[in-house]
Structure formats: C-alpha cells, structure tokens
C-alpha cells in the first residue's frame, strides 16, 4: 500500500533532519578540533540550534492543539481530519517523526557509491559534510512546504545560512596555505624611507621580507597605478607577495596578489565580489571585538595592532600584545601583528600568537634596510622555527 503524500513529506524530512544535524556535527568537530578556532566553532553551533528551534517550533504549530485546529476540526464534524490530523495520527505530531521513520524498509540504505567512501584528508571530510548540509535542508525546506510554510521559510533562512558557513570553513581552513608562510611582511611608505622608494622596496626583500605593502594616501590614482605594476613586478621576481592598502582596484588592476582593508573601508564580501577569486583579502583590526567581526568574513589574514606607540601611525587606544593572544584564541587565521614593532620586542609579540611581523619604519626607515629587515627575519625565524602557533 502506498503511503499518503503527508506520510511520504514526512519521512523526507525526517531522513534529512537527521542528515543536517550530522552534517553540521562533522563541520564543528573540524571546527573545534581540527582548527582550533573558537569563533568558527560557535558560528556552527549556532546554525545547529538555531535548526533545532525551528524543529521545535514546527511540531509545535502542528501539534493537536496547532492555533485554529479545534475550530476548523469543530467546522469539518468529527469525520473530516485534516490530512495533517490524518498524517499525525492520535498522537503528537513530533512523535510522527520517529514513527515514519523505517531504516529497514529504506531502499536507499544499500545504494551507495565508491566515491562516498573516499575522503583525502580531515578537511575534505568537513567540506562533503557541508554539501550534505544544504542539500539536506533543501530537501527539508521544499516538503516542509507541503505541511507548514512557517517551517519551510525558516529553514530556507538556515539554508542560506549554511551556504555561508560552508565558504567560511572552507576559507579558515586553507587560509594558512594562502598567507601562512608570510613571516615578514613590510609597508612601503616613500614619506618613511630612508632612499628612494623602489630601492627601499628591493632592499627590504633582499633582507628577508616575503610581503610588501604599498600604502600610499596622497597619490593620484594615476599615479598609484604606476608605482603598484612597479612593485607588482618587483614582488613576483622576486617571489614575493605584493598587497596594496586599501584599494582593490588599485590591487586587481596591477597585478597585486590582494588588498588590505582598514575599518572605513569596503567590507571584506563586497571586495570579494569585485576581485578575482584568487585574490588575498587582509583586514586590520584594533580590538577583540573587530577581530571578532573580521573572522566571520574569513578573510586571509588579521591584522592586529598597535601593538605598542607608533609614529607611523599614532592610535589613541593601543590593542597590546594581549590582544593578540585573546585573538589567537578566537580564531585560527593567520595573524600579523602591526604597530610599533622592533627587532627589541617582537619576540614578545610573536610569543603572543602572531604568525608574522608587520613592520614600517623599523625596516624602511633605516640606512642599512637590508640589514634592518635581515635582522627583524633572523627574530620571526628562531621564534617559528617549531609548529607555528595557530596554524
């Protein structure tokens, strides 16, 4: 005999309730116990509950005392259930849920492919958990309908909502292999250097910096241009990573390998729409709560600073090397720490969790830059010569 539509509706949703808490269960575990990333972490387990909320509030509303059923029921007469009440039963409608279900008499129990067996490492597993996720609460979301469209709309939000963790995890996770190896990362101001600019440039990679910044406020746009394709060029002879600030025109135009963002700027998804998708996405950040916002963007990297007073760029509240720890325990992204940094207190930084060193003046400003960025290199590489923290 087969089952009426209502039945069928609600053993699909069954099926895939049970498949999307799975999935998001797998993508935490990486979360919390592959990266070690706290914000990460709780973002999943927010999606989790809030899923289950609006499973609550769904057996809910179709429960026997549902808004409006006794009057409807009272219009119909006693012989006219609903095919809700029909689909329900005499007993709650939750419990229809587990009734429905029938491991056994499942016909795809059995069905499988090779291909579902074969997973290369941790980080794969935790991405197939997240097409899981959406294509369960697809399912979940299009014969929800059929019962309660309240339900159906909202697991459409958490589906979207899933989407979105999905690309977040996938980002975290591989951001190490994008901006990981940056250890010292220096800005190139000609206002700051000490000789001409693009011989400042060479100077600082020949002294050890594997990332060069170009932060120029007061340049036409025409100009701007120009001197990034120049250090564009320099940077990839050289195999170094070339980051312009602020401008992901400028970057995207010259060939940059991305664009660091202040807090006034664009926000990280908006520049991600505009720029190729290999692009580095970097962003500053002066507290744990804007650290805290960052890391829900996912971007390559986090800026953390000042770390101590500053000339370059004077700040009146100073974030400290304390606010890089508590941010290294927030998330597992790459951090740089900006600000004040020498080649006399960056060991105490770099102690606190940061993966690289970005400097300015410590480097640019010097006679010997050279010997300036070699010495600051000789600092970040004794510090990271074990596991690097956070990665």
Known sequence: MMPTPDHTAIRIIDANLNRAREALRVMEEYARLGLDDASLSAAIKEIRHALGQAVSEFVGRSGPEAPGESARAKARGSGGKSARAKARGSGDFGDSLLRARDIVGDVGCEVGTPAEYQRADALHVALAAGKRLSEALRAVEEYGKTIDPGFAAAVEKIRYRGYELERRLSLTA??????????????????????????????????????????????????????????????????????????????????????????????????????????????????????????????????????????????????????????????????????????????????????????????????????????????????????????
């Open 174 to 391: 591989t951001a190490p292999q994008r901006f990981g190896h940056v250890r010292l990362y220096v800005i190139l101001t000609e206002s700051a250097c000490c000789g001409e600019w693009l011989a400042t440039a060479e100077a600082a990679i020949r002294g050890g910096a594997d990332c060069l910044q170009l932060r120029e406020k007061d340049l036409s746009d025409r100009e701007l241009l120009d001197r990034a394709k120049r250090l564009s060029i320099l940077c990839h002879d050289h195999d170094t990573m070339f980051m312009v600030n602020d401008r992901p025109d400028i970057a995207a135009l010259s060939g940059a390998d991305g664009v660091h963002l202040g807090q006034d700027d664009l926000s990280i998804a908006a520049v991600r729409r505009i720029v190729p998708s290999t692009f580095l996405v970097g962003v500053s950040t002066h507290d744990i709560e804007q650290v805290e916002a960052a890391a829900g963007e996912a971007p390559d990297y986090i800026a953390v600073g000042p770390m101590f007073a500053t000339a370059t760029k004077p700040q009146d509240h100073i974030a400290g090397p304390q606010t890089l720890a508590a941010a290294r325990r927030l998330t597992s992204l790459p951090l740089a720490a900006i600000g004040g940094i020498d080649e006399h207190n960056a060991a105490e930084v770099l102690s606190a969790g940061a993966n690289c060193l970005c400097v300015c003046t410590s480097v640019i400003a010097q006679a010997d830059t050279v010997k300036a960025a070699a010495r600051l290199r000789a600092v970040v590489d004794q510090a990271t010569a074990g596991p690097t923290s956070g990665q």
